[in-house]
């Protein structure tokens, strides 16, 4: 089992442009969380997919967008970037009812925005 | 607003010692706790959880203890070794349904000196 996966694991952008993350979630899990995690700070929940569907969000603009595919893979989009949403980008999978399991990250995707 | 936060930003201590992390959360809602490690690099690992109806839960070297009267989680790691030396995040949850998010702390770097 190769747990959750990120692409890419770095990535070096340009204020304004747009970038997509992925994630593949771990074998048997079907909901997937992303997460923020600037330096030197704790992760900040983004959102959460489950059933191709957003079901929660957290705190973040609408330049901030997701997608699940029919195989429980996602994608985090970011539009028009800024200098400031340079960050560690975390994915977490678990399985359907995932407050009573723990969610399992990937390694990130390590974004600079320049 | 209601969040986590941690006592100690920094824990250094001798190889062989006991290490306590120490968590104050503020949300009396949630339900579900989290510790992970988080190694620099890498994504962060899950330590060992613990639901709110238990004061107590041991795992692998590491006992998680919860007193909800005062909000106060904390970890313990019994004979640190050099592997240990990560930064510690506390997590809590409110299962919202089936479908929770994680709130982290900001973190503790625990350093292991041999």
């Known amino acids: 089992d190769a747990g959750v996966t990120q692409s890419p694991t770095h990535l070096i952008k340009t204020r304004g442009q747009q970038v997509t993350l992925r994630c593949s979630p771990k074998?048997?899990?079907?909901?997937v969380s992303w997460y923020q995690q600037a330096l030197g700070q704790g992760p900040q929940f983004i959102f959460q997919?489950?059933?191709?569907?957003?079901?929660q969000r957290g705190n973040f603009p609408d330049r901030f967008s997701g997608h699940q595919f029919p195989n429980y893979s996602s994608e985090l989009n970011v539009n028009a970037l800024l200098l400031g949403d340079s960050a560690l980008y975390l994915c977490a999978s678990s399985p359907r009812g995932w407050g009573d399991t723990e969610a399992f990250f990937g390694q990130g995707t390590r974004l600079t925005v320049v | 607003g209601e969040s986590v936060g941690l006592h100690l930003p920094t824990l250094s201590v001798q190889e062989g010692d006991n290490s306590i992390i120490n968590c104050a959360y503020s949300?009396?809602?949630?339900?579900?706790f989290i510790w992970y490690k988080q190694e620099s690099g890498k994504g962060p690992q899950f330590i060992i959880d613990?639901?709110?109806?238990?004061d107590k839960r041991q795992g692998q070297r590491v006992t998680v203890l919860l007193n909800k009267t005062v909000k106060h989680l904390s970890l313990q790691i019994a004979a640190t070794q050099p592997g240990d030396s990560a930064v510690y995040f506390c997590?809590?949850?409110?299962?919202?349904?089936?479908?929770?998010?994680?709130?982290f702390g900001k973190g503790t770097k625990l350093s292991v000196k041999p």
């Open positions: 074998s048997g899990h079907d909901t």
């Open positions: 949300n009396s809602a949630s339900d579900y």
């Open positions: 997590a809590e949850n409110i299962t919202q349904g089936s479908q929770g998010n994680l709130i």
């Open positions: 997919y489950y059933e191709e569907e957003e079901r």
């Open positions: 613990i639901r709110s109806n238990m």
